[in-house]
């Protein structure tokens, strides 16, 4: 590791101050007794990260302070301490509804980040910094269908289009002489997103004699995604596909 300077100092004293005033506006339309459509516009927050690993560097901004209060090392190397707030606005337009065996709610939604923390790989470490904007726009929906007593069946998914849109001084390492660059990687997807994901599931009840049993069955899927952000997907992705499946019975005793 390249040498450091620690971590509070006089220079970084880590005591940053956030404040903020988020909320929620809603509104909603009883179709009938048992459906209801609704539009919200939501607003969050997420106070300053900071980053205390061993790779957390002075800012360059504080270089001329460091090396006046005598805290300089040889070959020290200047990029970010921490991350600043985030603020996220979300919108959403939805639908509640069931019917006689089927429920369903759904969801399409456009949520924008400014700010957005993220870490980002450099070789030997990661490097916390903020992305300037990134959205995510997409449908979730919750279906589930019960024609009876001794059936029930659901299926779950959320579907999403997630985009850095601007993201100009990324922290990279070059490939050839592994020193740290920085890079535009505007218009990329972050990694560790799925665009897609689904939960389907299924749940049979019978009786054999003074038994009561079940059998049950779900399929959970994530689609292949690239896990560190500036690394080929060759080299570091992750899919998901788990199934998994019980039966039982009970007596009364």
């Known amino acids: 590791m390249p040498p450091n300077v620690e971590l509070p100092n006089s220079v970084d004293a880590v005591n940053p101050t956030d404040d903020d005033l988020s909320g929620s506006f809603r509104l909603a339309s009883d179709e009938s007794e048992d459906n209801k459509v609704y539009g919200s516009i939501d607003t969050g927050f997420k106070a300053s990260s900071w980053n205390l690993s061993r790779d957390s560097r002075p800012f360059p901004s504080d270089q001329a302070a460091i090396e006046a209060a005598g805290l300089s090392v040889a070959n020290l190397t200047y990029t970010t301490r921490y991350a600043a707030p985030e603020q996220a606005t979300v919108y959403e337009i939805g639908l509640k509804a069931r019917w006689e065996s089927v429920s369903l709610n759904m969801a399409i939604f456009d949520q924008e980040i400014e700010n957005f923390q993220e870490n980002i790989f450099t070789g030997t470490g990661f490097n916390l910094q903020n992305a300037g904007l990134q959205s995510s726009t997409g449908l979730e929906f919750d279906l589930r269908w019960a024609p009876n007593d001794a059936f029930q069946a659901s299926l779950a998914a959320t579907i999403m289009d997630p985009l850095y849109d601007s993201f100009v001084d990324a922290e990279s390492v070059d490939p050839v002489t592994f020193e740290r660059i920085q ?62 499946a019980g039966i039982g019975l009970t007596w009364e005793n």
């Open 183 to 244: 890079e535009d990687i505007s218009g990329q997807k972050p990694a560790g997103v799925h665009e897609v994901s689904l939960t389907a599931s299924g749940i049979f009840n019978f009786a054999v004699g003074s038994a009561d049993g079940y059998v049950r069955a779900e399929y959970i899927y994530e689609d292949k995604i690239r896990v560190i952000q500036n690394t080929p997907e060759s080299l570091a992705s992750r899919e998901v596909g788990t199934l998994n």
